[in-house]
């Protein structure tokens, strides 16, 4: 009965709205470990990162304490054009599938950008702003960030210069004319723009590119041009902190209704979505005020956290950006071409791969051909196209459900769905035609990326 | 003061949700012409059009008297999806612009299908799968009602045939594969599926097709096929009659905080959105409550309104299809295949048709370049990149408001925001390049369309 008054939307009022962000990291008892200067191997300082990323941004970055971070109000201003983003009742799923089982999802896809990463963009763009930079230089793998920014940039006057990781450049054209209608200039990577890129080209050419790759680029871009800082759509603490509003508005909607889920599931490539979406409920996890089962779910095909070391290692190819001791793949690690969308990058978020080593969380990989069938049967019955990366969190969203089914249970399920697939549908038309393949590298082929990790004595 | 507490999206609750559809002909004088016999040119009856169309939605064509129609609760299940959509004030717009003005958009993008056009598709799908059908066939020019009807299939159980304008199936590939992946098939026009495709083929051989032409397929092969009938996404007073649900949402959300419009603008192809957005104030016009300036905005490349004639005509090149009266440019005009996205179709719906001859609205024809500029604008200030069709209803709402910037008038523009371009992304980039043209037909070229004109004496 009680049932009955759940609306198959929950929407925040825009006063509901976070005014502040949250930074995990403050409730974690073994923090993540420090980013190293990569020449020196010893742990960065704020001066040695200011060359490249934003003052305010550096300070976001090291600080561990901080609990609470006030939302700067033109930030705010920004995120009512597209928030508070709605928590969906999955009751069509739920009927579809047969199960006792509640589902929950956190739509992120209804901006232009398709996805969660405006919420981390608009905020890097204001304070480049603020500090008076001229403009920022990114990479963007299945283009979502790149959109993002390029949004996030014009709404700031900003100079936005994008990298993409050819494979989806090529595949993808119609994610650069957006980037483009908000005044971007779009690059595929590797580029001869660059010196790293030259030297990529040189030793791998015809190469499909890759984010370590595009990273180095747009770092080497930033670092040798007046003005600009270099911007990061995940990975970082400080992409986690702002993304954190995607887990507070989530907890907040599902307290007005009195709802504790079982389970939260997230996809995970750099991390900034599950980061963002289970950042409060970590938190009582970590204070022990309350439990969940937290799932990470990435691709077969680039598994690092189930298959990766937890190791130091560099976030590009290049080896020119800060190290930073994460699972990862090695930054040598390029995921097969056959691989759709983006979670495709070799490492992971510090402050998850630390909740994860304690075992705060799980993960699951999941094949291809998996992701694209719950994709396919969610889009049909909850009338949402998703996004690659989201079918991934949907494909064990489904997989936790029909176990409910089995077993009787009325768990609450909640999973981010972070955008929409209207971009992808060069990956949807080759599952349509049943040409869509998995992969799963081989241990031979992992032990190519893990050879290149650095010997970090810390 | 009291200007703030409007938020920038209104939306209403689940519960406050219209439940019943308005149908504006019970409150027109002057009701639109009936439907002729194509053979015997004499009003026709529900029994002619019932091999043509599902039997619920005949009585709905030719009701002209009730005034409310219950909305089925399949129907309302089936809205929960998506509805309601936000009414949105453009604040970032009106800054932009440094209008007095007060700008409102109703919103109906968020949506798989991108558009509007799932409000009627969803209803039509119902009463079909409520007379027992196998499926539907339908035509789609821009791709929005093909996507919108695919996924109403899906949801019922229907088969789906969509025949898709040539030129729009080779521009919008990823249009099919969104139609595929919600289980359509999709045949683009003219066919050699079809008779009268094959005629048509042999006369105009590399003809990029028209609506006109993709509608005389669909509706042959629903007449050639058991069990399958033809469904349209505009013109009719059907769809008018479901589009509603779009301006009784609208009306419900200004009421809630006592907000009267002056000046409402909605981009008009066969007159779907148009229709359904003005229907409650037109209502208010025609029974003497209010008054509104009522402006209907059309391509400069497809002119309808402002350049067609008042006459009975076709609706499909073929001539199988009853004849409507409306302003036409005659069922033989094909637009440039220089005009970007929708509104290509040569008629009007006569219920709007009626309105305008009665001079309860207005019409303005808009240029192609001058809609992409205006698109752009919207894109970077309010964060939603818009389709070319629902563009041009901004171009008009900007003109407005910037008219009220040079007199200090703080008239309440409201206008309809039918949908996202995410598709529509070789038009933007045709635009970024600086290739896009305008194109406006000589008045010789309208001759040849004026010459098909049937002869009715009616």
Redesign the interface.
């Known amino acids: 009965m009680e049932e009955k008054k759940i ?3 929950i ?1 925040l ?2 006063s509901e709205m976070p005014k502040q962000w949250y930074n995990l990291r403050a409730d974690m008892k073994n923090k993540p470990a420090p980013l190293l200067n990569p020449g020196t191997l010893q742990p960065l300082k704020a001066e040695e990162l200011a060359p490249i990323f934003c003052e305010e941004l550096v300070a976001q970055e090291l600080d561990e304490d901080t609990k609470f971070v006030d939302i700067p109000e033109e930030i705010l201003d ?1 995120y ?3 928030r508070p983003s709605p928590l969906v009742r999955a009751y ?1 799923l739920e009927k579809a599938l047969g199960t006792p089982a509640k589902i929950y999802y956190k739509f992120e896809g ?3 950008s ?1 996805s969660h990463k405006l919420n981390s963009a608009i905020a890097q763009a204001y304070y480049a702003k603020k500090q008076g930079l001229k403009g920022v230089t990114t990479e963007t793998g299945a283009g979502q960030w790149g959109t993002a920014l390029s ?1 996030a940039c ?2 700031f006057g900003l100079d936005c210069k994008v990298y993409m990781v050819k494979c989806s450049y090529e595949q993808k ?2 994610r650069r ?2 980037m ?4 971007a200039d779009v690059t595929p990577s590797p580029s001869e723009n660059t010196e790293i890129g030259k030297k990529i080209l040189a030793e791998h050419p015809g190469t499909t590119g890759s984010l370590g790759c595009a990273i180095s680029e747009a770092v080497e871009v930033a670092t040798t041009n007046e003005g600009y800082r270099y911007v990061l759509g995940s990975v970082l603490n400080q992409v986690l902190l702002h993304q954190s509003i995607i887990g507070l508005e989530t907890k907040k909607a599902l307290d007005k209704y009195g709802i504790k889920p079982d389970i939260i599931i997230g996809c995970a490539g750099g991390g900034s979505n599950l980061g963002g979406l289970i950042a409060p409920f970590m938190g009582e996890k970590l204070r022990g005020e309350a439990d969940y089962r937290i799932i990470a779910v990435e691709p077969a095909s680039c598994p690092s956290f189930t298959r990766g070391k937890f190791a130091y290692d560099f976030a590009d190819t290049g080896m020119i950006c800060p190290l930073a001791k994460m699972y990862t793949l090695g930054s040598g690690f390029i995921p097969s071409a056959n691989h759709a969308g983006g979670l495709r990058f070799h490492g992971m978020s510090s402050t998850l791969s630390q909740l994860y080593h304690d075992k705060y969380m799980e993960a699951i990989a999941v094949e291809q051909t998996a992701v694209f069938d719950a994709a ?1 049967q969610f ?7 998703p996004a690659p990366e989201s079918s991934h969190a949907i494909r064990v969203a489904i997989d936790e459900a029909l176990k409910c089914k089995e077993t009787g249970e009325e768990k609450t399920i909640v999973f981010g769905l972070t955008g ?1 697939g ?2 992808d ?1 060069y990956a ?2 080759s599952f ?1 035609d049943g040409k869509m393949g998995d992969y799963i590298p081989t241990d031979e082929d992992l032990a190519v990326g893990f050879a290149g990790l650095p010997k970090v004595d810390i």
Chains 1, 2 share one sequence.
């Open positions: 609306p198959y939307k929407y009022d825009e920004f009512k054009m597209y069509y209804n901006n232009t398709g949004m014009s709404y054209p119609f004319e957006v483009r209608t908000y005044g396919t889009a049909r019955v909850e009338g949402i196209l929409t209207y971009f549908m949807y038309q349509n």
